[in-house]
């Protein structure tokens, strides 16, 4: 049976209601995928820009904590520096303070010959020499001279050795050094310096932990003596 005009309108009409309805809701899903899309590429997108900023200041923050422990740091070794200075500065001053004193022990002229003596008699011990010229303060000649033999059987006692011992009256120690002797041999090659000041110097090195314990208190972060 043929369709009327008005039934075939009737059904082109239905037909796209239903194409109408297929392409809105088409595009509806389109467009909530894009969106979703959309959402989570924004939410990467933000997430590493995210993590970099982090990244950022994570590390802008380590490099101010280490800039921080190298002033720190720093700033320790220039006080340790300074105390050590001052330290140093200390047993200076009381090492001239002891040079400044060695006066007062060539004024006791018996003390000080037998501390002549002594160095002659070391001086002998060290170099083994069968000639030996001594120097000395021009002051002090006779009381070298004095301290030769006895200074001369300590020797021969300690190794039974012989030396002949003068003393030059042409060269006699500077007005620099307080008193003591220098000795050598005659072709001048060997020479042993035991002026006072070169003892003290001697004995301070030596004796350079000790004092500095004395003074200061032990170091616990000191595992030898110098």
Do not use: W
């Not at 899903?29 to 933000?46: D, N, P, S, T, Y």
């Not at 280490?66 to 500065?89: G, P, T, Y």
């Not at 200390?90 to 022990?105: C, D, F, I, T």
């Amino acid at each position: 049976m043929a369709l009327s005009d008005a039934d075939v309108q009737k059904q082109i009409k239905h037909m796209m209601a239903f194409i109408d309805q297929e392409a809105r809701e088409k595009a509806e899903e389109i467009e909530a995928k894009a969106e979703e899309e959309f959402q989570i590429e924004k939410g990467r997108l933000v997430q590493q820009q995210r993590l970099k900023i982090m990244e950022h200041y994570e590390k802008k923050e380590k490099n101010l904590d280490l800039q921080k422990k190298i002033q720190q740091s720093n700033m320790m070794n220039q006080a340790r520096l300074k105390v050590l200075k001052c330290r140093e500065d200390h047993v200076q001053g009381l090492l001239e303070e002891a040079r400044q004193r060695l006066g007062e022990v060539v004024k006791d002229r018996a003390r000080y010959g037998q501390m002549l003596k002594g160095l002659i008699a070391q001086g002998l011990y060290q170099m083994l020499e069968p000639k030996v010229i001594i120097r000395c303060k021009e002051r002090d000649v006779s009381l070298v001279q004095e301290n030769i033999n006895n200074a001369l059987a300590d020797y021969k006692a300690a190794t039974n050795k012989t030396c002949d011992v003068s003393i030059d009256t042409q060269h006699y120690l500077g007005p620099e050094v307080t008193g003591g002797i220098e000795l050598s041999a005659p072709n001048g090659k060997i020479k042993i310096t035991n002026t006072l000041e070169s003892r003290l110097d001697l004995i301070s090195r030596q004796m350079s932990p000790a004092i500095r314990e004395t003074l200061f208190g032990s170091n616990p972060n000191r595992k030898f003596d110098d």
